[in-house]
């Protein structure tokens, strides 16, 4: 089992960057992979990106590819997303993910555990 908790989140101008931490405790955390989520106001849970559990994979949604990097360390047992350039629609709350599954990382079922989740507004 696996216990996810984010930081990070908070209020940001349009433009800016925002480093979201997900701290994961549980023995299996380095055979998970890792997912970020979020849902903007009015809005369903979206994908945002995941990456495997060994790291070397890694997969962006198109609205965040190129401006959000995912990274992970298992020796610390933590997830990074870092957000740059940020803009209105990226306002949401984040969640992180943990799951088993190697496929379809970008779909919520792949994940069995996930955190309270964490607000990040952009202003402009």
């Known amino acids: 089992q696996v216990h996810v908790v984010e930081s990070g989140g908070g209020l940001v101008p349009t433009g800016g960057s925002l480093r979201l931490s997900c701290a994961a405790s549980?023995?299996?955390?380095?055979?998970?992979?890792m997912g970020w989520f979020r849902q903007g106001p009015g809005k369903e849970r979206e994908f945002v990106a995941a990456?495997?559990?060994?790291?070397?994979?890694?997969y962006y949604a198109d609205s965040v590819r190129s401006r959000f990097t995912i990274s992970r360390d298992n020796a610390k047992n933590t997830v990074v997303l870092q957000m740059n350039s940020l803009t209105l629609e990226d306002t949401a709350v984040y969640y992180c993910a943990a799951g088993y599954s190697n496929s379809a990382l970008n779909s919520p079922t792949a994940y069995d555990y996930w955190g309270q989740g964490t607000q990040v507004t952009v202003s402009s």
């Open positions: 549980g023995r299996t955390f380095s055979r998970s992979a």
């Open positions: 990456i495997s559990w060994g790291g070397g994979l890694t």
